[in-house]
C-alpha cells in the first residue's frame, strides 16, 4: 500500500514499513543495551501507541510486561492543550519497577510531560520514553525523552498508529495529511 492508493487524503510517505522496521530494531538494541539484567514494565499510550508497541516488544530481548493508559488531553482537532484527563489508568502498581513509556509522537510535548509527572509520583525505579516520532519545531517544553526513531517536520502525520478522527491508523507507514482535510 502506498499513500497513492489513498486517494486524495494522503499527501506523501514520510517514513515507510521499512524504514519504521529498521528504526525499531536499533530502538530495541538500545534499550536493551541500558536495561540490561533488569526488567521492563512498557506503558503504551493508548490508542497511538499500539503500533509501535506490539513491535518494539517484540524486538527485545529484555523481560518486558505490558501496560496502558488511555488518556485524553483536551483541545480540539489537531491542537494538544496540556489539560489532560485519565480514561484508562494502569493496572500495574509502578512501585520500584523500571518503566519505558512508549509514545507514538511527541508534539508540543504537553501531554507526555503531565504523563511523567504522573508516572514519576507513584515511586519507580526508573521513568524514560520511547517515541517513534517527534516534532522538535513544535515542542513546548523541555522534556527528557531517552529514545527518539525520527524526529520529523511540524506536520500532522497519520499511519502506524497515529489516526485522523480514528482513520488511518492501520496504515503500515506514516505519511502526511493533505491540509485540505483538516483545514476546511
Ligand atoms: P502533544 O502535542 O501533547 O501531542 O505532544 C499529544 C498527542 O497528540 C497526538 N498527535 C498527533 N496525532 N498526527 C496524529 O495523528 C500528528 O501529527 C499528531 N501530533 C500529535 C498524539 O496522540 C500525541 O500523543
Ligand atoms: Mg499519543
Known sequence: MDAGDLGRDLDRVLI????LREKTK???KAVDADYAG???LLVGVLKGAIMVMADLARALHTPAEMDWMAISSYGSGTKSSGVVRILKDLDTDLEGRHVLVVEDIVDSGLTLSWLLGNLKSRGPASVEVCAMLRKPAAQRIELDVRYVGFD???EFVVGYGL???EKYRNLPFVGTLAPHVYSS
Open 16 to 19: 515507510s514499513e521499512e524504514q
Open 163 to 165: 489516526d485522523y478522527a
Open 38 to 40: 533488569k526488567e521492563l
Open 152 to 154: 520529523i517536520p511540524n
Open 26 to 28: 536499533e530502538l530495541a
